[in-house]
């Protein structure tokens, strides 16, 4: 009989048993005695208590039913809990539970391990029956266990598995293998070899059956292959490197990993072969490179060498590093460069190069100090170097490689340079003529005051080919290709060309430049000039005139100058020079005038020809007229100047030529008008200040005066609302709303005037400020508004500066009240306030100002999480009554921000903002540091 019969038997006698009354002990006597291993378990869920043992299981465990019964089968059987993978607990307890379930019984193999006496597992596999026992009403009252150890059959089972599947992996690696892989005989026939080594040596599957060992290997002859067989069979044999032979005879260098096994109680021997002809032509050209490197370094006419290993070894130095190290090769050749250079140690180089070398990432400097020895003692030198990782054959890195390039001759030129440009900077602002210094290749670098005055740019415009946007369009082909030729050349450049002011107005210039040369004779900058010249070619123009009139008319001369004279608007007349017994100018006579100039002298004609000029008027030499005339006699240089004669009451603007060594030409015309303009449009500038002047102390005023009518209006609105209270009708108590709230915006809004007029006013009194404590007392006074908003205000350390405390107080306030005013809602405001101090030349960079390089500025930055803005906006929003929201989603006059600027304009800084809708905004405040 098998164990199901007894099985049956046993379940049969429990389910007898189980209809007995409960207070019966139950005896399970039969199913303790019945073959096989098995348990009774109590269906108490998730336990599953033993209630009985077979002795068959008592048996196979080694240890009486008292160590079982009573106790969970968790708990008699505990879980493997050293293997993270075994799951036989909860296998079994699902088994038990469907049997629960379903009230029938459960098959299944699984492995459950046992614990030994050591605390340790033992990998079980069971085959395992539940059984369910029910009563007359259908309920289990027991589960019988009955299982049968399969241990030995499963791992069988998994290692017949296992070794058919190595064998297919064997097969399948071996002949897909990417290296020759060849068994051999003792007799040096092959038994086994895959298509790579086939492939190798040229033979098909058939011919290698024919061939030996010696046949594709023509160092393994039958003496060294016998050798290394018997070699193989007891020890392992390194791997080494060999040839192989290609049926046509020709040989390549092979890489062999050679072992032997046993076949069918044969000795065989195993040999693994990398094609190794590529990596033979790699080593010899990367010797070869090498080689080359060195020679190339040794050779190279700037500094170099190659430091090897993580002590930085000298291994390879020419000559140049050797003289800028001012060491002998003896002295530093196959030691630490550190060790022989102990202050590049101290400058912080080892530490870059260390960095270099664990990374693999090249350092590149430009005019490093380093202290080096000279004389006896430390000097510093100027370098730039790179460092760059020097890698071996196997690719990793086995030194750094030092390039470096002594320019201490140029940084300290360059020092002397940038010093005597200040100087330079001092002169060109003094010179009355715009002046401006280039680069060699022609880029616009510097520029003096005359030319900012003049032309309206500012520096970030004018710089390079800035200057090209203020030539006239038809001057600009003409100019920069006299510019170019220069520029290619080095002959000095000059050209007369016109200028547009920054009114709009184009005025002639001589433009003028010089090269400044080194001693080799290259150019290092051009220095230019340009000399306004509008009133002197206005002249030469209207002189080129009159003689191209002349050469056309020579025939009519005298008609055509008797037309000239009687018909032009313009005066014209001819002045005798008076000279003494020395030949010195002591008065003047004119002799020829036309009706025009008699018209603006306003005299009869016989006494104005026939009165010297000392004559009608004694000072006339002397005066910047008579002056003028003289130097033009002189020179011949044509000269214009505008002369006030008293006797008619006129301006008059006279052109002055020289006829000859004794006659003056003078054209002149009225200018009465455009003058009384000019000195009108002077006057109206002067009374222009002074009505602004007048509107900030109106605007002051008019501020305080208005705050008391308001005041009244919105305590008498307040005091009839209360009287009235409960008697008004709806719509007559929302009209008194909206009056106290339209007054109230007007008092806001006074009070934001009010605030802007002291800012324009009050900047009398400079004090040294504490931005720290100022922040401070700002948050203090924004205490309930912080609080309500539940607002986080980070603030770090700010500086002390000099300014105006009330209206620093306004700038904090108002910039902070803007974050919270702006906050997204349902976010918790954040703002962080920061400072730090920025160069001059680092604003010109941001295009945050056009300001002197050599100033400092408190950098302090005001950053929230709030709502944002369109970054086209960012200078409209500092504008008076400038709103980007409707009065009804944020309240406010439009003013804060406009106070803001006035008060950063009054400490001679810069503001400025940036934002993007939904993420925040950034408001930067420059003011000078002292």
């Not at 060195?294 to 090897?308: D, F, G, K």
Request: hydrophobic letters at 40%; one cysteine or more; charged letters at 25%.
């Amino acid at each position: 009989m098998d164990a199901r019969y007894y099985l049956t038997l046993a379940s049969f006698m429990l389910t007898e048993l189980s209809n007995q009354k409960p207070s019966s002990a139950v005896d399970f006597t039969i199913i303790e005695a019945t073959p096989g291993m098995r348990l009774v378990f109590s269906p108490d869920s998730p336990l599953f208590t033993i209630v009985s043992a077979s002795q068959d299981m008592c048996r196979f465990l080694g240890y009486g039913k008292d160590r079982l019964v009573g106790k969970s089968i968790f708990e008699a059987f505990p879980p493997n809990s050293s293997d993270p993978t075994f799951n036989g607990h909860t296998e079994l307890l699902a088994s038990l539970e469907l049997v629960l379930k379903n009230k029938m019984s459960h098959r299944r193999e699984q492995r459950y391990d046992l614990v030994l006496n050591e605390g340790l597992f033992q990998e079980t596999y069971w085959d395992t029956i539940n059984t369910p026992v029910l009563n007359d009403d259908g309920e289990v009252t027991y589960i019988v266990h009955t299982t049968e150890n399969i241990t030995a059959r499963v791992i069988a089972d998994r290692k017949v598995a296992e070794n058919d599947v190595a064998v297919a992996q064997f097969k399948f690696m071996a002949d897909n293998a990417q290296n020759a892989f060849i068994l051999a005989r003792e007799d040096g026939s092959f038994a086994y070899v895959n298509q790579k080594a086939l492939s190798g040596w040229n033979y098909t599957a058939e011919e290698a059956k024919h061939l030996r060992v010696p046949d594709v290997n023509p160092v393994f002859n039958d003496e060294v292959f016998s050798a290394a067989f018997k070699r193989a069979q007891h020890e392992n044999i390194p791997q080494f490197e060999t040839l192989h032979r290609r049926k046509n005879g020709e040989v390549y260098p092979v890489e062999i990993n050679m072992g032997a096994l046993t076949l069918a109680g044969k000795p065989h021997m195993f040999a693994v072969a990398r094609d190794i002809t590529n990596r033979k032509r790699l080593q010899e050209a990367s010797r070869k490179s090498e080689e080359n490197l060195r020679n190339l370094i040794m050779q190279s006419p700037v500094a170099m060498c190659i430091l090897n290993g993580p002590d930085f070894i000298v291994e390879v130095a020419n000559a140049r590093v050797l003289e800028l190290w001012g060491k002998h090769a003896d002295e530093i050749m196959g030691k630490p460069v550190f060790d022989c250079l102990p202050d590049a140690r101290v400058a912080g180089l080892h530490k870059i190069m260390e960095q270099v070398y664990s990374t693999g990432e090249r350092f590149a400097a430009n005019e490093q100090p380093i202290p080096l020895p000279r004389n006896g003692g430390l000097e510093t030198f100027y370098v730039n170097f790179v460092y760059e990782p020097f890698r071996g054959v196997d690719q990793k890195i086995a030194g750094v490689m030092v390039v470096a390039f002594d320019v201490t001759n140029q940084v300290v030129a360059r020092m002397k340079v940038e010093e005597s440009n200040k100087e330079l900077q001092f002169v060109m602002n003094v010179a009355p003529q715009m002046v401006w210094v280039t680069y060699p290749d022609g880029y616009h670098a510097l520029y003096n005051y005359k030319w900012y005055e003049y032309t309206g740019l500012s520096d970030v415009e004018s710089q390079d080919t800035g200057w090209t946007t203020v030539v006239h369009p038809d001057d600009m082909e003409r100019t920069s290709a006299v510019w170019k030729h220069s520029l290619e050349t080095g002959e000095p450049y000059e050209i007369e060309y016109r200028l547009k002011r920054f009114d709009g107005t184009y005025c002639w210039f001589l433009g003028r430049a010089l090269p400044l040369k080194d001693e080799t004779g290259t150019i290092l900058k051009w220095f230019g000039t340009c000399t306004d010249i509008d009133d002197q070619k206005k002249a030469s123009e209207l002189m080129e005139e009159m003689v191209i009139k002349r050469t056309h008319e020579l025939e009519s001369q005298k008609n055509l100058l008797d037309n000239i004279l009687r018909n032009s608007s313009n005066g014209i007349s001819v002045t005798e020079m008076i000279r003494n017994d020395k030949g010195d100018v002591v008065d003047a006579k004119t002799i020829l005038a036309n009706d025009s100039a008699i018209r603006f002298v306003g005299m009869p004609r016989e006494v104005f020809l026939s009165k010297t000029a000392v004559e009608l008027d004694p000072d006339i030499l002397t005066s910047a007229y008579g002056q003028k005339c003289l130097h033009t006699l002189v020179t011949g240089e044509p000269a214009v100047i505008q002369y006030y004669l008293g006797i008619s009451n006129r301006w008059l603007e006279l052109t002055l030529s020289r006829m000859d060594s004794d006659h003056l030409i003078h054209i002149f015309t009225d200018v009465t008008s455009i003058k009384v303009s000019q000195l009108e449009q002077e006057r109206m500038l002067q009374e222009l200040k002074r009505s602004n002047a007048n509107l900030e102390d109106f605007a002051y005023a008019a501020s305080h005066d208005l705050k008391e009518p308001i005041r009244k209006i919105r305590f008498f609105a307040d005091r009839l609302n209360n009287k009235l209270s409960g008697k008004l009708a709806e719509e007559d108590q929302h009209y008194l709303m909206r009056m106290d709230r339209a007054t109230e915006r007007m008092q806001l809004l006074v009070d934001d005037l009010l605030e802007y007029s002291h800012v324009s006013t009050d900047n009398n009194y400079v004090e040294e400020i504490d931005l720290g404590k100022k922040l401070s007392k700002v948050l203090e006074d924004l205490e309930l508004e912080v609080s309500r908003r539940n607002a986080s205000i980070i603030v770090g350390p700010l500086p002390l500066i000099k300014g105006h405390r009330r209206q620093i107080q306004q700038l904090f306030q108002n910039l902070i009240t803007n974050a919270l005013k702006f906050s997204k809602p349902g976010v918790q405001p954040e703002i962080l306030i920061s400072a730090s101090i920025i160069s001059g030349e680092e604003l010109i960079t941001l295009n945050a100002a056009t300001t002197p390089a050599n100033k400092a500025y408190h950098q302090i930055s005001i950053v929230d999480n709030g709502i944002g803005f369109e970054q086209e906006y960012a200078e409209r929003i500092f504008k008076m009554f400038q709103r980007l929201h409707g009065k009804a989603a944020y309240e406010g006059t439009g003013i804060g921000l406009a106070i803001v600027r006035k008060v950063v304009n009054n400490h001679n800084g810069f503001i400025t903002a940036e934002s993007s809708p939904g993420n925040g905004a950034r408001f930067t405040v420059y003011l000078p540091a002292n």
